[in-house]
Structures are given as C-alpha cells and as structure tokens.
C-alpha cells in the first residue's frame, strides 16, 4: 500500500521531470525523458521486489530528478571529467530530492535514507543500494544500450557491458539475460561475458 505522502512525493518528483525539454519516443507517445526514466525505474523495481520498502520507491523515481540541468557537455571530456560529472549528479539528485520529501511531509529519517541511495554510499553492503544498481543496469540494458552500442565501438561497448554486470548481483544477472535484445545487442553481451 502507498501512503499519501509517497503519491505526493512521486507526483512532484514527475512534475519536476516533465519539465524536461529532451524527448523520447515510446510505444508511439512522445515524453520528457527523464520521466519516462523515472517509470521505467520503479518499473522494473516493481518486477525484481513488488514489496519494496517506499524510501526505495522513492530513490528509484528520483534518480535522474533533473538531470538535464548538468549536462555531461559542462565537465572535461575525459575518465576524469566523467567521474566528476557522475559524482556531482549524486549529489544533486539528492538535494532536490530531499527537498521535494521535505515539502511533501517525509521526516528526516526517510529523506537521508532516499539521500544515501541517490548517492550511492554503501553500494557492497547495503541490500537496498544493491537492488537500487541492479534496477539502474537493468534499465539501461533493455532501454539505452541498443542506441548506445551505435555511438561506440565494438571493443568499448564490451568494457560498458563488463563493467554494468560487475555491479549487479546474481539476481541483476538472472534479470538481465531474460531482456530481448536484439541479435547484434546479445552478441556483444555474449562477448563481454565470455572475456570477463
């Protein structure tokens, strides 16, 4: 059951992500992307663990809260800059999340909750944080890596795929090659396996 704090705090979290001026296309309808990331994250959380704690919930709806306001373009275009722009999203994404809790209701016991998942902390010891990562991969390999795999080269996608699998558990895995791909995605899958 969701409490009416959550359903006010999910709808402020889409309002603030509907306000994404980048669109995508799905099943024919055209979305704010960062909103239509945000439902297929508790989306997928839904599917992995339907009785998930609501400070999860919240975590998975507001991770890309507004992510277009630091674009990747702001940072140098190097591992550096990549990781910088990475960890400043942390952050970001849990200071307007903390906010948004804080004007729906939440103490601050859930907000800092939410905050630690939003900054990843704790990622190899914290169930939740791990459930959390398996969600964000899975979601990345059934919407994004498709279109990614066409802007990289073979031998750099097959690092991206080692790296998404060596941050998910084996229930992340087990999810992960039930997703359709198609047979040019599942090829560079199989070949990133194979050479882990």
């Known amino acids: 059951m969701s409490s009416a704090l959550f ?4 709808a402020a979290f889409d309002r603030a992500n509907a306000e ?9 309808k055209e979305y704010p992307k960062e909103l239509l990331y945000g439902m297929r994250m508790n ?5 992995l663990r339907p009785a998930a704690p609501e400070f999860l919930r919240l975590a998975a709806r507001a991770q ?3 992510r277009w306001e630091i674009p990747r373009a702001q940072y140098p ?4 800059g990549y990781l910088k722009w990475r960890t400043g999203l942390y952050d970001f994404h849990a200071e307007k999340a903390g906010s948004i809790l804080a004007e729906a209701g939440y103490d601050e016991a859930v907000i800092q909750k939410v905050q630690a998942l939003l900054r990843k902390q704790n990622l190899k010891t914290n169930p939740d944080m791990q459930l959390l990562e398996d969600v964000i ?4 390999l059934e919407n994004y890596f498709a279109d990614f795999s066409k802007q990289h080269d073979e031998e750099k996608m097959v690092l991206i795929i080692q790296k998404t699998w060596k941050k998910m558990s084996d229930e992340g895995h087990q999810a992960a090659l039930q997703i359709p791909m198609s047979l040019t995605a599942a090829a560079l899958v199989q070949k990133a396996l194979k050479n882990a």
């Open 7 to 10: 359903e006010t705090a999910i």
């Open 20 to 28: 994404d001026p980048n669109k995508e296309i799905y099943q024919g």
């Open 43 to 47: 989306a997928w959380l839904e599917k």
């Open 64 to 66: 890309h809260l507004r």
């Open 77 to 80: 275009m190097d591992r550096a």
């Open 137 to 140: 991969c899975l979601v990345f």
